[in-house]
């Protein structure tokens, strides 16, 4: 009997056990990491090895590099996960791993070790959206959350306000119409001469400026749940090389403190502006950007003074990582989603 068709039976059967124990993969850019989840919830192991300082030479991701250190590090990571879950691979119910979006070739790392693990282990294989994964983080980082909430997707590849009826049920509220929000944070912190990733360095030089320049968004999408940044880090491109062309000093925290000040402002009034809409008091925020401390403390202010709950993950689950992936593996696993067949491949671009 071919592999999927084995599946079929014991994935059904899984749904049904009281303890599921799925291990996760995650190698969507420039983390690799595997981690060991029980129940959805709890995370018995979750390793990251980071490529950070291998990419700060280069300003930002080389995706031919980050594939190869995907293959160097992930058979390593996968032992230590194990391990640090103090399990053997008889105790794995199921192998889940995100299949998109990101870099194909880094995808395709973890697809294919994935893929190996399943067969050689015979159990499920579910493929998991990245930007799902990023949502679960706050599962694993709250006991008690549950849907329906309003959610504020903030990453390097995603800026969205989605409708999250259930774990694996949600709507498209808004989203860019042209750069996302993580993607701007790290075009203007090359601007400004500061390290890769950009956005923890201009969180952190921001808190020493002013926003005395006053950049603005798009005033054609206020009335929409939309965003554009395009246009900011235009605004700040231009605004840094006058001030070149001119001789003048640059004051980098300002700057920094500015363009940091427009953009959470766009993205915390319309958060609360979707949660006033759909009549939700539930806030819930994801993606590495949820880790900016300015954005944070916008929506904490904002959703306690519009009596809104607002959940955001503990910072390591903000990041990539693959508890995440675990988590949200889990409710597709119990819902009958996501079994995967192993010609499963990488997709570098899914719909929200």
Not at 234 to 252: A, P, S, Y
Not at 262 to 284: F, H, M, P, R
């Amino acid at each position: 009997m071919k592999y999927y068709e084995r599946m079929k039976d014991k994935f059904e059967k899984l749904r049904t056990k009281k303890d599921i124990i799925i291990l996760s993969i995650e190698s969507s850019c420039d983390e690799t990491s595997v981690a060991v989840v029980k129940n959805g919830r709890i995370v018995l192991s979750n390793i990251i090895a980071t490529q950070i300082e291998i990419h700060r030479r280069f300003g930002g991701v080389v995706p031919e590099v980050a594939s190869r250190n995907h293959i160097t590090a992930i058979s390593n990571i996968y032992k230590e996960a194990l391990s640090q879950a103090n399990m053997n691979e008889s105790e794995i119910d199921a192998v889940a791993v995100t299949y998109g979006a990101g870099l194909m070739g880094a995808l395709l790392v973890g697809v294919n070790f994935a893929k190996g693990l399943a067969y050689a282990l015979d159990i499920p294989l579910i493929a998991v959206s990245h930007v799902y994964g990023h949502i679960a983080a706050n599962y694993i980082s709250h006991e008690l959350l549950v849907p329906p909430f309003i959610c504020l997707m903030v990453s390097g590849g995603h800026t969205a306000l989605l409708k999250v009826d259930d774990y694996n049920k949600m709507k498209l509220l808004g989203t860019t119409v042209d750069d996302a929000v993580g993607e701007a944070f790290d075009k203007v912190a090359r601007v400004l001469g500061l390290q890769y990733p950009g956005g923890p360095e201009i969180d952190k030089l921001a808190k020493q400026g002013n926003p005395i320049y006053k950049f603005t968004v798009s005033n054609a999408l206020k009335h929409t749940l939309n965003f554009s940044f395009s246009g900011i880090k235009t605004e700040v491109v231009n605004l840094v090389h006058n001030m070149t062309q001119r001789g003048e000093e640059i004051n980098k925290a300002d700057i920094a403190c500015s363009f940091q000040e427009c953009v959470t402002d766009e993205l915390s009034l319309k958060a609360i502006k979707a949660c006033k809409n759909i009549g939700i008091k539930k806030l819930v925020v994801a993606g590495g950007v949820g880790a900016n401390s300015r954005l944070k403390e916008k929506l904490t202010k904002l959703c306690t003074e519009n009596n809104i709950e607002f959940y955001s993950p503990v910072l390591r689950f903000c990041t990539d990582n693959a508890a995440m992936i675990g988590s949200q593996a889990y409710y597709m696993l119990k819902d009958g989603l996501g079994l995967a067949e192993l010609s499963l491949t990488a997709k570098p671009n899914i719909e929200l």
